[in-house]
Structures are given as structure tokens and as C-alpha cells.
């Protein structure tokens, strides 16, 4: 099993980029994407479960990030518009086998396999 998030990159405030996230081997019940800025803890930005009718996303990035995913592809994607500095940070997709509440879904112990992180950097 394997999970590979790409699409980072450097992106003026304002911006918009799309994160990718394609799992190898398997199709989990819940996906999940965080990220890290510097000298911070690894935060919950949106979830989703792959009926598609379950999202959740943190109030940072409410109205802004959109989750979505290709059931075919096997592939959630993370909408980013609107992006401002304090957006820069790793981001990591994870994914779990079950069906992840909206509570556990926003805490990174539910999941059960991470991809490596694909940095995204928004320059003021």
C-alpha cells in the first residue's frame, strides 16, 4: 500500500494550487490531508470519505480548500484557492480503511498509512 501526494510548489498570495493524492494497492473508506509549517505541530486541513458524502475541513481553510475524489483513479484531490502565507507548510495525505466520523477524521491517530509530504510554499 502506498499513498504518493504531489502538486506542491511556490505560488504567490492569492493563488491557487491543486494537491493530488493517488493510493497504490487499495481503496480506503477515508482520506485525509494535514500539513506542517514550520516549527509548528501537524494540523488537519480537510477529509473526506470516499462515498464523497462526508467532508470536513478546518475553519483556516473553510471556503477556500476544496476535497474531492475520483473513485476510478483512486485519487483525492485538495483544491487550494485563495492561498495566503500563513498556507505554507508539508502537506501529507493519509487514508484509513474505515469510515472515519467527522471528529476522528480531523485527528491524525485514525489513519492508518501516509504519503510523503509535498511542500507548498505561498510567497506574500
Known amino acids: 500500500v502506498q499513498l504518493q501526494a504531489f502538486g506542491g510548489g511556490l505560488v504567490q498570495t492569492g493563488g491557487s494550487l491543486r494537491l493530488s493524492c493517488a493510493a497504490s494497492?487499495?481503496?480506503?473508506?477515508?482520506y485525509g490531508w494535514f500539513r506542517q509549517a514550520p516549527g509548528k505541530e501537524r494540523e488537519f486541513v480537510a477529509g473526506?470519505?470516499?462515498?464523497?458524502?462526508?467532508?470536513n475541513y478546518a475553519d483556516s481553510v473553510k471556503g477556500r480548500f476544496t476535497i474531492s475524489r475520483d473513485n476510478a483513479m483512486k485519487t483525492v484531490y485538495l483544491q487550494m484557492n485563495s492561498l495566503k502565507p500563513e498556507d505554507t507548510a508539508v502537506y501529507y495525505c493519509?487514508?484509513?480503511?474505515?469510515?472515519?466520523?467527522?471528529?476522528?477524521?480531523?485527528?491524525?491517530?485514525?489513519?492508518?498509512?501516509w504519503g510523503q509530504g509535498t511542500l507548498v510554499t505561498v510567497s506574500s
Open positions: 494497492g487499495r481503496t480506503f473508506s477515508t
Open positions: 493519509a487514508a484509513d480503511s474505515r469510515g472515519l466520523i467527522l471528529t476522528s477524521m480531523a485527528q491524525e491517530i485514525w489513519y492508518q498509512y
Open positions: 473526506i470519505r470516499w462515498s464523497g458524502s462526508t467532508r
